[in-house]
């Protein structure tokens, strides 16, 4: 959603520009791990994330960031096609961000558990979220506009996280590649051949 810039449009620069010149002090690495800075006009960063682990390597997705009135808010956060920079719907994502979480289970017959034990399951939870296929997902993580903005996360507000960081750009591709790129291990190939999508080895946690 766009937004007008209420904060003094000094004051977010200035916090964009740290954002930007402290990924710049180390972007040789961030390259070898398939981050690619492609635009940082303020209030938008544009980084497109590749998979190195594949061969050949592979371009996956874009984040499209809006540090608009950072810090006050923050980021607005999108999965977006890399070469259009079109946010996708959520027919079209390349990656669920999913995470692996532990919750508790039903009882299981012949199962004997300790005394007021109970069974612990693991499932698979997407970080993307959305309501029908051509929605456009939001990231669902504290320090994502999109996330603070949602009714059921009005419990969770930005200025629990503010001064934690949890809008850093660094620290939000961080938490995208974990979810979203490292976890891809292969091509999925239909028969004709073309690929299809990514094979994951495992979800993280």
């Known amino acids: 959603m766009t937004r007008g810039q209420y904060v003094d449009p000094q004051v977010s620069r200035t916090k964009f520009d740290r954002e930007i010149a402290e990924y710049r002090q180390v972007e040789c690495d961030y390259l070898r791990r398939g981050w690619f800075l492609v635009r940082a006009d303020f209030p938008s960063v544009l ?6 682990q594949l061969t050949p390597p592979a371009i996956v997705t874009g984040v499209a960031f809006d540090y608009t009135n950072y810090d006050m808010e923050p980021p607005s956060v999108r999965l977006v096609d890399p070469f259009t920079g079109e946010p996708y ?36 939870l997407p970080l993307m979220q959305w309501y029908g296929p051509d929605d456009t997902p939001f990231l669902c993580l504290a320090g994502v506009r999109e996330y603070h903005q949602h009714p059921g996360h009005s419990g969770d507000a930005w200025e629990l996280h503010r001064r934690s960081g949890a809008g850093r750009l660094v620290r939000l591709l961080e938490t995208i590649t974990k979810y979203g790129i490292e976890p891809i291990s292969d091509y999925q190939i239909k ?9 994951q080895h495992e979800v993280p946690s």
């Open 191 to 199: 028969l004709q051949p073309l690929i299809a999508g990514f094979i």
């Open 47 to 52: 980084v497109v994330l590749a998979a190195p």
């Open 89 to 124: 719907k959520a027919k079209e994502l390349p990656t669920h961000l999913k995470r692996s979480v532990e919750t508790n289970g039903p009882p299981i017959p012949g199962l004997q558990l300790p005394l007021g034990a109970q069974a612990r399951f693991k499932t698979q």
